[in-house]
């Protein structure tokens, strides 16, 4: 699965799930805690999309916000930890 593949199933879960007005309106850069797209709780519903969706594993010291903050660095991670074909 290419990244845009995974970016664009993240922000799907993100946009059907957290109160956000337009998809569009929210770029893959833009910080989904600043934005207040989600908070503490939500990262937790973003793991379980992740561990269920792609597989991946999140263990306690990745739930950070180099890898969970918006939707480029969560894709950037399942990528880092999908197992290889």
Do not use: C, H, W
């Not at 957290?18 to 910080?31: H, P």
């Not at 990262?43 to 561990?51: A, C, D, N, T």
Request: cysteine-free; overall charge negative; hydrophobic content about 45%.
């Amino acid at each position: 699965m290419t990244r845009s593949e995974i970016s664009t199933k993240i922000r799907a879960f993100v946009v059907s799930n957290f109160y956000v007005a337009v998809a569009g309106a929210l770029s893959d850069e833009a910080s989904l805690l600043d934005q207040g797209v989600i908070d503490s709780t939500g990262v937790l519903e973003v793991v379980g999309f992740l561990e269920q969706e792609f597989g991946v594993q999140v263990a306690d010291d990745e739930m950070v916000p180099d890898n969970l903050d918006s939707i480029s660095r969560i894709s950037a991670y399942v990528e880092r930890k999908s197992p290889k074909a």
